[in-house]
């Protein structure tokens, strides 16, 4: 018993003389890199430069149709949002409009048109159908906004409606 | 005799203690030239924060959707983790303005023997830099028992190999008026054997 524990302690003497001098078989460290990504876009602002005119309307007129494509009375907006990003656009084809002073509604049957440039005539039709537009390198995408309205028993006087169009990031 | 002879161990072992307080811990890693495999556990894909809008604020990928990292070695050894992370994310186009935007690393690790974020562990990090001492595979059952099986010829430690599991996650914060475009960091892991 009494050799077992000197021989406990002159190993232990062993370990502590040469733990200083051990040598590290795996000294190198083994490195990875993880990327992190992201993608920024602008929030999409939506600019109002003109509104839709209507003029004045003639006795037994039964139609008003603004043509968005070559009407100079034509509503005008410009989307601003991140250069060259794709959008699809949608909006509600045909609103109501409410008398004003009464209880008078007419039936608005929008057409919008989109195009890169600020250029109303070459504009397109846009028509719900998902399509994906693209908004310029200066970031503007412009919109043209005409429709008909039907007149057939209108009621003298003023209207006033809605118009809902959604611009989103694809 | 046999006492003179323990008093004088005994004042040996006291002088090695004072040059050698580190000889306490016995780092079995040093001992072989052990191998340790690094790897992505779904390769090539990116921490990704996807599309953010500008002005949009705190972004951030939890856990449960964060990169992971496999550690493979031998289960009974710890590995030393460090990490560290770009404090931004910079936009990898042409920019003006501002171009940057903070990031923050979070991670933790599993070492039970699964990828499982149930069973992780937090690693603390300050300023995007953080490590961890962690057993490839975690004694459950307390300290370690008897040291390993000795190197001997033919000896092969992949028998004993194991996975651990490190989650790589965060967030970023996207400030008002940060510019368009595609925005780009690193987090940088090394690992080596205790």
Known sequence: MQSRSSLFCFISILTFAFGNSLVHAQDESISGTVNVTTNVIQSIEL??????????????????????????????????????????????????????????????????????????????????????????????????????ISLENALPGSYQGEFTIEIEYI | MYRALFTYVVAIMACSLHVHVQAQEIDFGDFYNYSITVAELNPGEDLDFGTVIEGGGIYSIAISNSKVITLTGVEYLDVIVDITADADLVNTGICSGSCSIPFTLEAAYANLGSDN???????PITSNSGNAQIPILRRINGPAGPPPTPVFEGFDPSVFNETAYLYLYGFINVGVGVAAGTYEGNITVSVIYD
């Open chain 1, 47 to 148: 600019l109002t430069v003109q509104n839709i005119s209507f003029g004045n309307v003639q006795p037994g007129q039964q139609e008003i149709y603004i043509n968005p494509v070559f009407d100079v009375n034509a509503g005008f907006m410009i989307a601003i949002g991140t250069p060259e990003s794709d959008i699809s656009i949608t909006y509600i084809k045909q609103r109501e409009l409410t008398q004003v002073d009464g209880e008078g509604i007419l039936i608005f049957d929008y057409e919008i048109t989109g195009n890169t440039e600020e250029n109303q005539e070459a504009s397109e039709l846009i028509d719900n159908d998902n399509r994906a537009f693209r908004i310029n390198r200066e970031g503007r995408f412009y919109l043209w906004v005409g429709g008909r």
């Open chain 2, 117 to 123: 974020i149930a069973q992780a562990l937090i690693i």
